[in-house]
């Protein structure tokens, strides 16, 4: 199916910067929605960002103005700028993709998510 690597996470302090990254690879595909999610310990995974194949995006409101996705659609990677981090930010972040891929003939439908990078804040 589609396969999806994370990098960028880390150890930064409160008020720091961080830029992860995802890389999507694979057979034929086609990616119709990109995001980043994330799971803080004891609590339920979270949305954080999303954009879609046409531009549109939308954040969580704990992140507004503080967090931006983009994406490489040439790549097919996608990235959040993490800015003005705040302890509660502190969390495993995970990217999730969904589109479609072409398997015997057909196009199918496929859901992927990374395997997650630790993003830790210090205050």
């Known amino acids: 199916q589609v396969r999806l690597v994370e990098s960028g996470g880390g150890l930064v302090q409160a008020g720091g910067s961080l830029r992860l990254s995802c890389a999507a690879s694979?057979?034929?595909?086609?990616?119709?929605?990109m995001g980043w999610f994330r799971q803080a310990p004891g609590k339920q995974r979270e949305l954080v960002a999303v954009?879609?194949?046409?531009?549109?995006?939308n954040y969580a409101d704990s992140v507004k103005d503080r967090f931006t996705i983009s994406r490489d659609n040439a790549k097919n990677t996608v990235y959040l700028q993490l800015n003005s981090l705040k302890p509660d930010d502190t969390a495993v972040y995970y990217c999730n993709a969904e589109g479609t891929y072409y398997r015997s003939s057909i196009w199918q439908t496929f859901g992927s998510w990374g395997q997650g990078t630790q993003v830790t804040v210090s205050s």
């Open positions: 954009t879609t194949s046409g531009g549109s995006t």
């Open positions: 694979g057979v034929i595909f086609r990616i119709n929605r």
